[in-house]
């Protein structure tokens, strides 16, 4: 009999767990990203538009090399994947509250090799999206570089 108890809450909590990140019509966790350049690039975001230069208060991308850099010719979600529905992040404006997400593209042997403080300075940014939930929706929760 313990036995069959064990069994049944250990596929109780595959199960939940199995169903807890799926994604939604109206829940998408995840944004992602393609890079199309032959060139690795990190992401950052940020949500303090129109300050473009918000981004000065985060540390490096890539202090987190694993969730933060994208190889050339790859496509990745890590960079821009939530707990949360981007939707409600998005909705309640309190974490999003101008309605516009910022996106920076970097090239990563840039950052890998000159200092942070001098990539904010010298406004060494590849590419910066500026997106709305509507932009988002409309390009199927993706983004392509170049």
């Known amino acids: 009999m313990k036995k069959i108890s064990t069994i049944i809450i250990f596929s109780s909590v595959l199960l939940l767990a199995n169903t807890c990140n799926k994604e939604k019509e109206d829940c998408h966790k995840t944004i992602t990203i393609f890079n199309h ?9 940020d949500t303090h538009y129109p300050d473009t230069m918000y981004f000065s208060h985060s540390s490096s991308p890539t202090s987190d090399t694993f969730n933060n850099k994208i ?3 790859s496509a990745s979600i890590r ?3 939530n707990r949360d529905c981007w939707e409600t992040i998005y909705n309640y404006g309190v974490q999003i509250p101008s309605d516009t997400l910022m996106v920076y593209v970097f090239d990563a042997d840039v950052l890998e090799n000159v200092d942070w403080a001098d990539v904010v300075h010298y ?3 590849l590419k910066r999206y500026d997106l709305s939930l509507d932009d988002l929706k409309q390009n199927n929760w993706t983004i392509t570089y170049p």
Do not use: G, H, T
């Open 123 to 125: 406004y060494l940014v």
């Open 71 to 73: 190889l050339a010719k």
């Open 79 to 81: 960079p821009l994947q």
């Open 37 to 45: 350049s032959e060139k690795a690039i990190y992401i950052l975001c």
